[in-house]
């Protein structure tokens, strides 16, 4: 008999999870204004809102925690995390930052003016809130098939390579400081960039003088992707893939939150010595200083360790077949998702399953807060709270997709958890049609406003 598929490491620390009864959580739940961000975590029975800084670290990352190096200038940890990027991203040149967001905003201080133009695959929210924040655009130039829940394409983060040169064909190069590919493509679904397509990109950005950033978040996730689906990379390891990845960028920005597997930090690597020059006078008013920029040495040693350990294949096999252990089981209920499976999430199709609520009444958010009474699991919404409003026309946005994103953390929760989060979004799904309606906006902020908007049930 052909033996299971089991987990690559075991636990060593635990950390206790409360229940809840339905009473509780209805009044908790309108206690947050229906906003699952603003509840506590003890609320919250099995926590999928993000799985940013809400992995488990390994025994080697909290051991490299003691030995981090605490000097402000120069510390022995920045060495450390500078020779990991070298040797896993292939970047000369790095800035530390707090987190990615971090990154974005020092990098895009030096590089987007406003008017700009910066065309990429499904901007993730504080990338687009960073350019319009500076009065540019972000253009989306990612596939059609991306959009479409059931096409099974196993590249729905690619770009779009006729939309990208439309792009870069109508506007002066002056005006375009850089092309951001996603990897993977959070917004569309968690869903990989092929490396035939960062080829082509980086092809027409040669052609059209423009540089490449990578927003690099889940780059070892995107590419897992790359060696079980693309042909030719079989046989490669993951940090191979990883290397010829990055020959096609010119810079990234990084969470390192996600794929690093660490709870806090962030970077951007940068090949041209310059670039890092400038952005280090960012890095300085912003983050800190350029050796450590909002890090602390242990957690730049954590992130070293991270790094390598997020960049191997056993770990990662063990992460991607738990999202889609996930999905299989919804699969076998019929409740509708991003097809194919995502890294780190499941993205459930909302526009499908409440279809008779309109989409002014925030059909993922009315998911979300469903699935939160039904069983004390919080997801997040990605639908139009997410996707806000037109910065200059201030209508509402309303994407092609509705959904609400169930994020797996890393090394955190059992396939126990994942049947749970199966059953109760099952039971949710058998009484979809009792949900008569969704919510409307009673306060929000001017941008970003998802993390803070106050809703109001409608009856
Ligand atoms: N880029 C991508 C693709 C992301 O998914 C995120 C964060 C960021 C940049 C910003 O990084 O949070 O460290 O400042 N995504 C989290 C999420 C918040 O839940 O998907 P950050």
Not at 182 to 187: E, L, P, Q
Not at 290 to 301: A, C, E, F, K
Not at 336 to 365: M, N, R, S, T, W
């Amino acid at each position: 008999m052909k033996l299971p598929f089991a987990e690559s490491y075991k636990i060593k620390m635990v950390e206790t999870i409360k229940r809840s009864t339905r009473k509780e959580r209805e009044q908790w739940l309108k206690e947050a204004n229906y906003n699952l961000f603003n509840l506590k975590s003890d609320q919250v029975f099995i926590d999928l809102l993000t799985d940013s800084g809400t992995g488990a670290m390994s025994d080697k990352q909290w051991s490299a925690m003691m030995l981090g190096d605490e000097s402000y200038a120069g510390a022995r940890s920045y060495y450390k995390m500078k020779e990991a990027i070298k040797n896993i991203m292939g970047f000369d040149h790095f800035l530390p930052t707090h987190q990615g967001r971090a990154a974005e905003n020092v990098l895009f201080s030096v590089l987007v003016k406003e008017g700009n133009i910066v065309p990429g695959n499904s901007h993730f929210d504080t990338t687009k809130g960073h350019i319009e924040f500076r009065k540019a655009k972000a253009v989306d130039c990612t596939i059609d098939e991306a959009f479409d829940t059931v096409i099974d394409h196993p590249f729905k983060g690619n770009l779009d390579l006729i939309k990208l040169e439309s792009v870069l064909s109508t506007y002066p190069k002056e005006q375009v400081p850089m092309i951001i590919v996603t990897v993977t493509c959070n917004t569309s679904g968690g869903q990989p960039v092929s490396m035939a397509n960062m080829k082509a990109v980086k092809k027409l950005s040669e052609k059209y003088e423009i540089p490449v950033c990578f927003d690099s978040a889940r780059f070892a996730e995107n590419a897992y992707f790359i060696k079980t689906r693309e042909e030719g990379y079989q046989d490669k390891t993951i940090k191979e893939i990883v290397k010829e990845m990055y020959t096609y960028a010119d810079m990234a920005t990084m969470s390192s939150k996600k794929d690093a597997i660490v709870n806090m930090g962030g970077f951007i690597g940068m090949k041209d010595a310059n670039l890092w020059k400038q952005a280090s006078t960012y890095n300085i008013m912003f983050e800190g200083y350029v050796t450590y920029g909002g890090m602390s040495g242990r957690d730049m040693n954590a992130l070293a360790q991270g790094l390598d350990e997020g960049t191997e294949f056993e770990y990662l096999e063990t992460r991607i077949k738990q999202v889609e252990y996930l999905g299989g089981r919804l699969e076998e209920f019929g409740v509708p998702f991003q097809k194919p499976i995502g890294g780190h999430a499941i993205f459930v199709d909302a526009k499908k399953i409440l279809a008779h609520i309109p989409k002014e009444e925030y059909q993922a958010q009315t998911l979300g807060c469903e699935l939160y009474l039904e069983a004390g699991i919080r997801g997040v919404e990605i639908g139009a709270i997410l996707a806000d409003r037109d910065p200059e026309t201030r209508e509402n946005r309303y994407p092609a997709l509705e959904l609400l994103r169930l994020a797996i953390p890393r090394r955190t929760y059992t396939n126990n958890h994942m049947d749970v989060v199966a059953v109760a979004l099952k039971n949710v799904y058998d009484r979809r049609n009792e949900i008569k309606h969704g919510f409307k906006i009673i306060d929000e902020a001017p941008i970003m406003r998802h993390f803070t908007v106050q809703l109001q049930k409608i009856d």
